[in-house]
């Protein structure tokens, strides 16, 4: 089973800064395509962001392209999120997932029943 916490959320003004990690335990890290979702109270779970397993590879949901980052360090069994620019519209709990069918995978995955595991997610507030 692998573990996922995230961690590096909190409150800042628009057009700040934020970078979230999370750290996985448990299973083999570099086998695993990573992603972030967030989650706003009253919406559905939305995809932000996906890795490859190598790094090489990333995929955006339209709203952040050229504002967020994803990134990992398989070495320190780590991924990140560079949230830069922030928007009051980014407000939400941000949860870090774990696909580990990845290698059946014909593009990263953009939904939430493709990923396996789960974080506790970490909050973000944008404040205008």
């Known amino acids: 089973q692998m573990q996922l916490v995230e961690s590096g959320g909190g409150l800042v003004q628009a057009g700040g800064s934020l970078r979230l990690s999370c750290a996985a335990s448990?299973?083999?890290?570099?086998?695993?395509?990573m992603g972030w979702f967030r989650q706003a109270p009253g919406k559905e779970r939305e995809f932000v962001a996906a890795v490859s397993r190598s790094g090489g590879s990333t995929s955006y949901v339209d709203s952040v392209k050229g504002r967020f980052t994803i990134s990992r360090d398989n070495a320190k069994n780590t991924v990140y999120l560079q949230m830069n620019s922030l928007k009051p519209e980014d407000t939400a709990v941000y949860y870090c997932a774990a696909d580990r069918r990845a290698s059946l995978r014909a593009s990263l995955p953009r939904e939430p029943h493709e990923y396996d595991y789960w974080g506790q997610g970490t909050q973000v507030t944008v404040s205008s």
């Open positions: 448990g299973r083999p890290f570099s086998v695993y395509v």
